[in-house]
């Protein structure tokens, strides 16, 4: 049951949800979101003297095991040096391994090691609490009208990595 006093603070779309100010307060409450989402990790982060951009690579990581290099740098959207200076901090802190792939022997495959999975996992909980706060106080129907559209943001191309989290590569 969504918390009133919660969702009493938030207006309602109007029925011109496509004029401008409407527009503006949707990425206002993204951007405010997104910086409270991570905000909710960095001190976890910071324990172990990690950033936000070693996190998305667990995550990503623990969501496939066998991931390669070249999936990860398209999912993430950053450099091949960032994501090079990244993988190479979290094998040397034993969090990650590399070895080559099954299908292309040129490919590294990516996968955590106990201390990594480790890791991922206890940022994740706090993660998964934040959002499950909110998804309680919104209620079902907003749920799946947030992830409309958020899917929506995402372009149609690359729609299939998210549908392809989870699953082994192959």
């Known amino acids: 049951m969504p918390d009133e006093n919660f969702l009493s603070q938030v207006p309602a779309a109007s029925a011109l ?3 401008e100010e409407e527009v503006r307060r949707g990425i ?18 910071a324990e172990n003297e990690l950033g936000r ?21 398209t999912l993430l959207g950053i450099t091949k040096q960032s994501l090079g200076r990244v993988v190479k901090e979290l094998e040397a802190r034993e969090m990650l391994t590399t070895r080559p792939g099954n299908r292309d022997r040129r490919q590294k ?5 106990e201390a990594g999975r480790a890791l991922e996992k206890s940022v994740f909980v706090l993660l998964r609490d ?8 919104a209620g079902q129907a907003a749920v799946t009208g947030f992830w409309q559209v958020s899917e929506a943001l995402v372009p149609a191309r690359e729609r299939s990595r998210i549908a ?5 590569p192959g």
């Open 17 to 19: 949800f496509l004029r």
């Open 53 to 73: 951009a070693h996190y998305r690579a667990l995550y990503f990581i623990a969501r496939q095991p066998g991931l390669t290099i070249t999936d990860l740098l």
């Open 109 to 113: 495959e990516l996968r955590l090691t």
């Open 28 to 45: 206002e409450y993204l951007f405010f979101a997104h910086g409270a989402l991570w905000r909710a990790i960095d001190a976890r982060l």
């Open 130 to 137: 934040a959002m499950s706060r909110a998804y309680t106080h």
């Open 164 to 168: 392809a989290l989870g699953r082994e």
